[in-house]
């Protein structure tokens, strides 16, 4: 199982990026996609989750109306479309996996199954 997140780098804010999440070794039928975040001295925030089934997508509030979540089944990619960056956006950024029945319970506390390198989103001011 691999999880590849990719498309960072550096925005002014106000910009946009668009990250990718690769995986393989399982279908996005099967396992719901987190995407996570993680700044100097913060605590791990909850951007978004897309289920296998049932419901979604799922957003954490401060990137609520900004961020989008979709995915190609297709390619095994889920993407996240970062609009009106904010210089507090700057984390590195990761993509995991965990199987759910249904929906994304408790998304943002889960310990995720498998998890995948994370990509830097720095947004200068």
């Known amino acids: 199982v691999q999880l590849q997140a990719s498309g960072g780098g550096l925005v002014q804010a106000g910009g946009s990026l668009r990250l990718s999440c690769a995986v393989s070794?399982?279908?996005?039928?099967?396992?719901?996609v987190v995407w996570f975040r993680q700044a100097p001295e913060r605590e791990r925030e909850g951007v978004s989750c897309i289920p296998s089934r049932g419901g979604g997508p799922y957003y954490g509030n401060s990137v609520k109306g900004r961020f989008t979540v979709s995915r190609d089944t297709t390619k095994n990619t889920v993407y996240l479309q970062m609009n009106s960056l904010k210089p507090e956006d700057t984390a590195v950024y990761y993509c995991?996996?965990?199987?759910?029945?249904?929906?994304?319970?408790?998304?943002?506390?889960?310990?995720?199954?498998?998890r995948g390198q994370g990509t830097l989103v720095t947004v200068s001011s």
């Open positions: 070794g399982f279908t996005l039928d099967e396992y719901a």
């Open positions: 995991a996996a965990h199987r759910w029945v249904a929906g994304c319970p408790a998304w943002r506390s889960a310990t995720y199954e498998y």
